[in-house]
């Protein structure tokens, strides 16, 4: 999956304040543990187009 598609969707204002936490450990995790059961066909909510 490209970046792109497992970027983190939301207003660069809140990118910019946030941007330490993108770049810890357990944001990765969270981020994999996501698209792990994505993969899995599982539900994750809230939906995408519904997140920030």
């Known amino acids: ?3 792109k ?3 983190v969707q939301m207003d660069d204002s809140w990118k910019a304040a946030l941007a330490d ?3 810890k ?5 969270i981020k ?7 993969a899995k066909g ?4 809230p939906p995408r187009a519904v997140n920030f």
Request: net charge negative; hydrophobic share 30%; aromatic share 16%.
């Open 1 to 3: 999956m490209s970046d």
């Open 5 to 7: 598609q497992t970027a």
């Open 21 to 23: 936490e993108f770049s």
């Open 25 to 29: 450990p357990y944001f990765a995790d």
């Open 32 to 38: 994999q543990s996501i698209l792990n059961e994505k």
């Open 42 to 45: 599982k539900s994750v909510y």
